[in-house]
């Protein structure tokens, strides 16, 4: 997982909760950074698992929840770090109808070492829109709180629901977004 998320992750311990939580939780993880991540380096995914276990045992707030709120604010992080992206697009449908094969994809250039998901999507009506997400991560929560951070910031309005589907590891998650 690309260091841009662990701090990212971190920044926000210490804005919601404070600067102290954020260093216990550091203290606690066995980390092979002691927190220190770089923008481009690339750490592996369960150490970010570790730190939300962790801040979830300190805050009562369950794991689910925690990688929700997560991904919400790391779309709006997204948003401001990297504007190109979002220039052209309107609503959520459109963002998301483009994330697989044409986000993704620029992320992938910018960071090759970058392990990223796969997102497929269909619009059973026009209204509708079902996508299925697929990762060897096991972050449907964090995906989850990507998308409703996608809604918020093209002004709402979409209702979401999720259905995790059978898998071995990872992820294999249906959302269906209804405008
Ligand atoms: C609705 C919008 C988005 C969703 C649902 C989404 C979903 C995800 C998820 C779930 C991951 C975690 C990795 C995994 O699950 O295997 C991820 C990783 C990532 N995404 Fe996206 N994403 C979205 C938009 C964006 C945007 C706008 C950018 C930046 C332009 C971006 C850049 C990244 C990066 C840098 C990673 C880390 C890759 C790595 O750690 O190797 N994503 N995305």
């Known amino acids: ?49 570790e730190l939300v276990s962790h801040l979830s045992a300190a805050t009562g707030t369950s794991v689910p929840d925690l990688l929700r709120a997560f991904g919400e604010h790391l779309f709006g992080r997204f948003a401001v770090l990297y504007p190109s992206h979002f220039a052209a697009q309107v609503s959520a449908f459109e963002f998301i109808s483009i994330l697989d094969n044409k986000i993704h994809v620029e992320v992938q250039k910018l960071y090759p070492d970058a392990e990223l998901p796969q997102f497929q999507h269909e619009f059973p009506t026009p ?21 409703r951070g996608c809604i918020n910031y093209f002004g709402g309005g979409i209702s979401l629901t999720r259905e995790n589907l059978p898998c071995d590891e990872g992820a294999h998650t249906r959302f269906a977004l209804t405008r």
Not at 29 to 34: F, M, N, P, R, V
Not at 127 to 147: C, N
């Open 1 to 49: 997982m690309k260091g841009i998320v662990f701090r990212e992750f971190i920044n926000m311990v210490e804005e919601s909760f404070s600067p102290d939580m954020a260093d216990k939780i550091i203290s606690s993880s066995k980390l092979t950074t002691a927190g220190a991540y770089t923008s481009v380096g690339n750490y592996d995914h369960r150490e970010i698992v």
């Open 127 to 147: 209204d509708r829109m079902v996508v299925v997400y697929t990762s060897k991560r096991p972050f449907a929560d964090l995906a989850e709180g990507l998308i």
